[in-house]
């Protein structure tokens, strides 16, 4: 599976900015799919995740409220729409898919894409 995702930009705290993954000669549809983030010197975080009949988690409460995830099987894109941007949103941000029953946990997702940079400037 080879995830790709973009998005990537520089925007002021409290801006918005929408992420995009997308998969080339795969359709995502039989996948759970997730979002990480990462930033330097940190452990890699669960950002949000949705089912493949579209149930939602957000288990990182950070988010919660201003992250939104969702996907889009016909254009067989998953969209995180982050909303209220703080500097501590800063990272790199992951894309990735299960095919676990369990996809609410991060380590049950074995397919990943290459990360797209989020920048958020205070």
């Known amino acids: 599976v080879q995830l790709q995702a973009s998005g990537a930009g520089l925007v002021q705290a409290g801006g918005s900015l929408g992420l995009s993954c997308t998969a080339s000669?795969?359709?995502?549809?039989?996948?759970?799919m997730g979002w990480f983030r990462q930033a330097p010197g940190q452990e890699r975080e669960f950002v949000a995740a949705?089912?493949?009949?579209?149930?939602?988690?957000y288990p990182l409460d950070s988010v919660k409220g201003r992250f939104t995830i969702s996907r889009d099987n016909a254009k067989n894109t998953v969209y995180l729409k982050m909303n209220g941007l703080k500097p501590e949103d800063t990272a790199v941000y992951y894309c990735?898919?299960?095919?676990?029953?369990?996809?609410?946990?991060?380590?049950?997702?074995?397919?990943w894409g290459q990360g797209t940079q989020v920048t958020v400037s205070s």
């Open positions: 949705i089912s493949r009949s579209f149930a939602q988690t």
């Open positions: 990735a898919a299960s095919q676990n029953v369990n996809w609410r946990m991060a380590v049950h997702y074995k397919y």
């Open positions: 000669e795969l359709t995502l549809r039989p996948y759970h």
